[in-house]
């Protein structure tokens, strides 16, 4: 640690020690002292005078999206709360905050610093607890109140309120333990004051209590700030809050500092958390939608006061621009841990919701592709209820101005995430080739190198979900570790080695060797390190070669010296129904598409029939949203004792399912091919760097494609990392040093100076 580092440490845990002595003295807790002569309180999102007349406005505009927040209000005056991926939790009436009654445990009322929050056999699961106390449900009261006039729901938020400032004093219990869950909370706050402001269950008395609240909640934060205890989206979060609360709220003498500090803070989140590529840096596709609501938030909000927004206008789009290249095919695809929290609606929290951020983005900086992906369906644009508040009746006419422009799809690979999406117009295949994760990897999961496939805007292969965090919970490790993920598993361990809920004891590294992407080809060679701390080490490369008929070819070798159990695991969608057709499979989902996986080994050709490779279907758990299991199924191809394996895998979208063969193996190589209703593809795969031959092909190119026609004619060739290429002795090619990427169709101008194409007629 630092010196700074170490006296930030200890200023925080004396103040908390300092808050309980204080408590047990009966003294009263620390308030932020009033301004002498405050001046007027800064701009929210809306005028507080605007808020019914918006509200009546999405009313308008979405009638069934205002018709669910009314039925959640009601459930909510039931006393039966929708809460993270629990469909109704009770927390009594009137509510216990300090309660799981998922896992039936209540947290003990002592001073924060004494509470074990990450003790599940002492609290059960935190999270839970604090996802009430978030008080966003309140805000979900107030929109319905606007949406309808019904004083029942603006009455029970107010009561609700003010029972939570009387059961949970400061610096009392559970809700206390957290600076990120104090921001949140008056967040919440400050929505439900300016939603209600100008409504009759509103007073001046009120608006004072809130903002006391509201401000005692930034006095904490700013003590509190997680600079070093969780400098992730904790730290963003409370920064943002901390800002939200200084710039609107200026009655409070330390007001304009916490202004500052938090709009400090969130800026240089913004640069350190954000990778180049656009991506964050949790290596979670849910935080990394959590992280840009943060950040769209703060930049309506300092807009709206006058700040310069040029840091939030830089990254902001990078972060969009990669949300929608890994969504191009109507849905996001879940890498790492699910949160299950929103800023704005918490329950907008499952998979279908996480373009939401691509609506108000498209808005504000007019990206008609953004639109368009961010519909429901995929296919055409559809305004949020969170655009129209945090930009406005004309942010939301311009959204409804933008062309429907539906993107091409396009391959891309996100050099520092790792994120490489292998797109054709039948779906998206998305591998993970990054990092493990920031720091202790706390929101990573053990899936390096796992695809995700998504067609028509369903999952067709996808990550199984998180379930939830605790670690004393069979559900925390099952999700996480690499059984779950569409990978190899080798001798039924994984890549990595988790200790506690938020920390790795060992993580892989992942090295892209190769990506190509071409007009008719793309192919992505990487490898991991994970198995190599095995008595027998052994490095997984995986190869993806992606056409545009509908088909990926998916190739994992992993070499040894020992005997092995290999596992290649295909975690299905929701809804699959697979059924067993000669060596593969064919899956059908409730969308109409039907996937069909073949698999082929490098034993085929030998008379060990395959050497014990064989297909098994599993059960699983998918979790759609944190604390939800529903039941899925796995593929499995596996082999119980090899010191090598080499399995290509096809997968193709439509009716047709063609066959997968090994066409043989040569020096250094091995060779694949299947035909399809155009023709047909064969594609070489060195196993090793250096020179290789088969039959009448030689060359040192990591991968060469070749497509054909019906009729047996060359359509596109491809050739990744080569210096030389021959067929039947004569060269097509020969270079002084290795060229990346080659792709070329007859009719086309040559690729190299000495391109020879005549040779390749051969190939056919």
Known sequence: MSAREIATRLAQ??????????????????????????????NFFFDPAAAPAMAALWKQTDPAAAASTIARAEQILTRRYPLLGYPEVDFGNPPDFQRDPVNNFRAPAVPFVSVPY???????????????????????????????????????????????????????????????????????????????????????????EFAAHIGHGAWFIRRYLSTYFSPN????????????????????????????????????EAQKQIFADGFHFEQSTYYHVYSCDFFLHARMLASR????????????????????????????????????????????????????????????????????????????????????????????????ALPPAAPEPHSVLFPQSGYACLAQPAGLLVADAGPHGWGGAGHGHAD???????????????????????????????????SAHSTLEIDGVGQAEPIGSFRWQTKPTVTVEHWNAGRRACVLIARHDGYLRLADPVVHRRTIVSLNDGS??????????????????????????????????????????????????????????????????????????????????QLVYANASTPSAEV??????????????????????????????????????????????????????????????????????????????????RAVFKAATSIAWIEWSPGEPAPTPDWNPVPLAALA
């Open 648 to 729: 290509a895998t096809l997968l193709s979208l439509g009716e047709h399912a063609p066959k997968l063969d090994l066409v043989g193996q040569g020096n250094s190589c091995s060779v694949y091919e299947w035909i399809t209703g155009d023709g047909r593809h064969r594609v070489w795969i060195a196993r090793q760097a250096g020179h290789w031959d088969f039959a009448s092909l030689a060359s040192d190119a990591a991968i060469i494609v070749a497509s054909f026609n019906a009729q047996g004619s060359l359509m596109n060739l491809a050739v990744t990392a080569a210096s030389q290429l021959t067929v039947n002795g």
């Open 13 to 42: 845990a004396s103040g908390a020690r300092i808050d309980a002595a204080r408590h047990s003295l009966s003294m009263p807790p620390a308030r932020p002292p009033l301004a002498a002569n405050p001046p007027a309180n800064g």
């Open 118 to 208: 990450l003790d599940f056999h002492a609290v059960g699961d935190h999270k839970v607890t604090w996802e009430l106390s978030r008080h966003q449900h309140l805000v979900t009261l107030a929109r319905a109140y606007l949406f309808t006039g019904d004083r029942r729901f603006a009455d029970e938020a107010i009561a609700q309120f003010h029972h939570w400032c009387a059961t949970n004093p400061y610096p009392l219990g559970v809700n206390w333990t957290s600076t990120l869950e104090v921001a949140f909370r008056i967040l919440s706050w400050m929505w439900l004051d300016h939603l209600l402001a100008a409504t009759p269950v509103s007073s001046p008395a009120l608006r004072q």
């Open 552 to 633: 990926w070819l998916v190739h994992d070798h992993a070499a040894g010296q020992a005997a092995h159990s290999f596992r290649i695991h295909w975690q299905l969608g929701p809804a699959a129904e697979p059924v067993l057709r000669g060596s593969g499979w064919a899956i059908r989902y409730s969308s109409g598409q039907t996937l069909h996986i073949d698999a082929a080994t490098q034993d085929e050709s030998s008379s060990q029939q395959q050497a014990g490779w064989s297909w098994q279907t599993e059960p699983a758990l998918w979790s759609p949203a944190y604390g939800a299991f529903e039941p899925a199924l």
């Open 305 to 400: 006061n006058g700040l310069n927004t040029a840091t939030l206008d830089a990254v902001i789009p990078r972060m969009a621009t990669g949300l929608a290249a890994i969504s191009q095919a109507g849905l996001t695809p879940r890498f790492g841990d699910d949160d299950g929290g929103r800023l704005f609606d918490p329950a907008r929290n499952q998979t279908r919701h996480m373009l939401d951020p691509l609506a108000t983005a498209a808005a504000l900086y007019g990206k008609a592709d953004w639109k368009a992906l961010a519909a429901p369906n995929g296919v055409a644009g559809a305004p949020r209820e969170e655009t129209l508040w945090l930009l406005g009746a004309q942010g939301l006419a311009n959204f409804n």
């Open 448 to 482: 390096a190198l796992s695809v995700q496939l998504i067609a028509c805007g369903q999952a067709l292969l996808t990550d199984p979900g998180t379930g939830t965090y605790p670690f004393d919970t069979p559900a925390r490790n099952r999700f996480r570790q690499t």
């Open 233 to 268: 989206t904790h730290l963003m979060g409370e920064a943002y809050a901390l800002f939200a609360a200084g710039v609107v709220y200026r009655q409070f003498r330390d007001a304009p500092l916490w202004a500052a500090e938090g709009w400090r803070v969130v800026n240089e």
